[in-house]
DNA sequence: CGTAGGTTTGACCGCCTTCAAACTTGGTGG
DNA sequence: CCACCAAGTTTGAAGGCGGTCAAACCTACG
């Protein structure tokens, strides 16, 4: 572990506010690991070894059923997954994929659980990691439940607009198929929805989404907070 | 609060590990409360003034957007709900309603929260009861995006079973109308997929649902641990 | 026994999926 | 630099799952 990768860590919201003797402590017995694109870290079913962060490229979670298969998420730099398996001792609900060749740092359970332990801070942290983590699942099944396809996916582009400073172009980060996924809808369907939006305020030129008319983009997304997230 | 009711709570996974000084605090500043049915207890967009544990009844958890609506979850006795918007300060995203007259004991915010930073057993019980919300709509967004609807319905049946001890015969705990709207279906769909399953291993009579071939409804079901939970 | 509310049924329609084929796109090696 | 290939994307046609509407049917409760 490199000294810039221990700041970049310790800025994040789960390790912000916890003690520094806590902080070094588990940084001693962490390793970072660079993992190449499309490696599958974690398989759903088994048990959780070590707490993941994610550094620096892109991760999936996607979830598998009698040979049918959808992505949950995708996991950002800098960010933890799979909190929810190593506080709970039970197997892991989804798997996790590389989505690029990816930076991620491992922090075995157990040290974590004594960290948990030791650290009120660094607890109270992990709850509101966890608070989150549930609150963007209750999000993600509202979308489903409550809007159609094309009025998720209209959702989704003002979101990523919003998350980039309320740009007018967008550029999906990640494959249309890969999202269309996430979204619970088929490739040929996202494509279908893409076309139909583009009577309602967008052009599309690749993967980059231009947001032409915002207000009637909006009129079919009805974008709320409560689903969309802040 | 009576005694026994202080008794009831102290069973739960979240106060059983705690501090007796921590928990005898909580308890004397909480109160029980008796709700009729059909009353609106939260409203999704506010913001949490108290932890609620509910003891007797049942409530419903459910969303609204654009005029839509859809039941989240449903929550009997004894467990907690709304943890997570109570931890983060941030506002509900769902709402909870009483589904018949319920008893419900209210924990003021600032109270649970002073009580998570002085007492590590209580932080982590917090965590787990965290994790395992969680790990429920994680399952919940996988049930919805995997399976079709008359293969939610068909694993809910079996699902219910084994809570009740792997019995025959299977008493819904809920109106069809909810059930149908928690699973994500309509109630004219609901009934027709309870016809189809009909030629799948199951008899119907009214609200009880007879398994007479528990293996071929398992064959629509392919129950799975990791949607349907242990 | 009557009524209100929940449930079932039928007809119809639309969203979404499936399958197949054509078309882009991006990466690789000649 | 271009040609080529594999992989992703789009398009079309067809069909099924699930939603909507309306009416008939239960059933629970006063």
Redesign the pocket.
């Known amino acids: 572990m490199h000294q810039d990768e221990k700041l970049r860590l310790r800025r994040l919201p789960l390790f912000r506010e916890m003690m520094t003797p806590t902080f070094d402590g588990l940084m001693e017995i962490a390793y970072a690991q660079t993992f190449p694109a499309q490696l599958e870290l974690i398989r759903q079913g088994e048990y959780a070894d070590f707490l993941h962060v994610i550094v620096e490229g892109s991760v999936e979670l996607h979830a598998m059923w009698n040979g049918r298969n959808t992505i949950m998420g995708i996991v950002n730099p800098v960010s933890t997954f799979i909190l929810a398996a190593c506080v709970c001792e039970e197997p892991y609900l989804m798997s996790a994929r590389t989505l690029e060749r990816s930076q991620i740092v491992l922090l075995p359970v157990a040290d974590v659980r004594v960290a948990l332990r030791q650290d009120p801070d660094f607890a109270m942290a992990a709850m509101r990691e966890l608070a989150n983590g549930y609150r963007t699942f209750v999000r993600h099944a509202k979308n489903l439940k409550l809007r159609?396809?094309?009025e998720r996916l209209a959702a989704y582009i003002l979101h990523q607009s919003r998350q980039n400073d309320d740009m007018d172009t967008v550029t999906l980060p990640v494959?249309?198929?890969l999202l269309a996924s996430h979204l619970?809808?088929?490739?040929?369907?996202?494509?279908?929805s893409?076309?139909a939006l583009q009577g309602h305020g967008i052009a599309?030129r690749?993967?980059r989404v231009k947001i032409a008319d915002r207000a009637r983009l909006a009129a079919v997304a009805v974008p709320d907070p409560l689903i969309d997230g802040p």
């Open positions: 159609n396809s094309t494959e249309k198929r619970g809808m088929t490739p040929e369907n996202l494509s279908r893409m076309k599309v690749a993967m």
